[in-house]
């Protein structure tokens, strides 16, 4: 595991001292951990990234948050004895930024009980469709072949069934005779890039609330 820290200087860590506190988990090139970081940086959502985890050394998204001064953190899955030492792994690397709420944007694996339970209400995922339709990792392409005429995306709390948890949001995304698999992933990630810090947002401002299964956005007022 390695572990980029940039300090900051005591005028900064004062003034994100209140924001929401959130640890981002990737796998790929970090689009949409791009939108999250831009949506803080503007100040759209009253929240700060204060790490980011990988599975992957390569990935692009690492890099992403370096350029931002967040700190970069790589957990090699076969470095570790089994599957519950990596998910342990990746708690430690939340519990040593002070992350309130964890964040699964195109993170390709199944996050483990030992991340799960230490951030009971407070691990949400990014997913390409209209959960319950079309769960795992091949989403888009499923949707496409199965010729739904309507797709989406869906941010949603995430429990220990796999892309199963409460549903904070959705917006649909229409399949149109003249779109390709191509064509369709281009309009999904452009609704995930914003509907994600919406999302982010809602919980930042302490407007979403859990239900059971059914998650209430409150109004501002």
Do not use: W
Request: charged share 25%; glycine share 8%; net charge negative.
């Amino acid at each position: 595991m390695s572990d980029e820290v940039l300090a900051a200087s005591p005028e900064t860590e004062e003034r994100e001292d209140d924001r929401l506190a959130l640890g981002v988990l990737i796998s790929g090139s970090g689009t949409n951990l791009q939108a999250v970081i831009d949506a803080c940086a503007s100040g759209k959502i009253d929240a700060r990234v204060a790490v980011v985890i990988s599975n992957k050394q390569a990935a692009l998204g690492l890099e992403r948050a370096r350029r931002a001064g967040i700190p970069a953190v790589h957990i090699d899955p076969g470095a570790m004895a089994d599957y519950r030492a990596y998910n342990h792994a990746i708690r430690e690397a939340l519990d040593a930024h002070g992350v309130e709420l964890v964040v699964m944007a195109g993170y390709m694996r199944l996050l483990g009980n030992e991340v799960l339970r230490a951030y009971p209400g407070a691990v949400i995922n990014l997913h390409p469709a209209l959960l319950p339709a079309f769960p795992g990792a091949s989403a888009i392409g499923d949707a496409f072949a199965y010729g739904v005429k309507v797709t989406g995306v869906t941010v949603h709390f995430a429990d220990e069934e796999f892309d199963r948890g409460p549903i904070i949001c959705q917006e649909t995304v229409r399949i149109e005779e003249t779109d390709t698999v191509e064509t369709l992933e281009a309009k999904i990630h452009q609704i995930e890039h914003r509907l994600l810090p919406e999302a982010i947002g809602l919980i930042a401002d302490g407007r979403v609330r859990l239900d059971g299964r059914v998650v209430h956005i409150e109004d501002t007022e």
